[in-house]
């Protein structure tokens, strides 16, 4: 099963941005569309951003505008550049295929959005 690790959070001013990075191992990460998911505390886990094997991608309104996911299938990393920052952005990010199966859920990183 492909593992997953995340990596680029911090805490950032509103307005701010970040630049999160998720690795991956195995190979058909290469040709499956992946996906970025936030989880905020008390909420359920929502998609933020879906890039295709092929480089289309989409986005939840709630990021639209704000975010680029991009994807280096040399290196099996996704990227998830976010800009204007905005308080409700604060969550833990996870990466992993859009569809089932799913890989191994990995730790997330946390986004913390406070001045």
């Known amino acids: 099963q492909v593992q997953l690790v995340e990596s680029g959070g911090g805490l950032v001013q509103p307005g701010g941005s970040l630049r999160l990075s998720c690795t991956a191992s195995?190979?058909?990460?290469?040709?499956?569309?992946i996906a970025w998911y936030r989880q905020a505390p008390g909420k359920q886990r929502e998609l933020v951003a879906v890039?295709?094997?092929?480089?289309?991608?989409d986005y939840a309104d709630s990021v639209k505008g704000r975010s680029t996911i991009s994807r280096d299938n040399t290196k099996n990393t996704v990227y998830l550049q976010m800009n204007s920052l905005k308080s409700e952005d604060t969550a833990v990010y996870y990466c992993?295929?859009?569809?089932?199966?799913?890989?191994?859920w990995g730790q997330g990183t946390q986004v913390t959005v406070s001045s």
């Open positions: 195995g190979s058909d990460f290469r040709i499956r569309p």
């Open positions: 890039i295709t094997s092929g480089g289309s991608t």
């Open positions: 992993n295929y859009r569809w089932p199966p799913f890989g191994s």
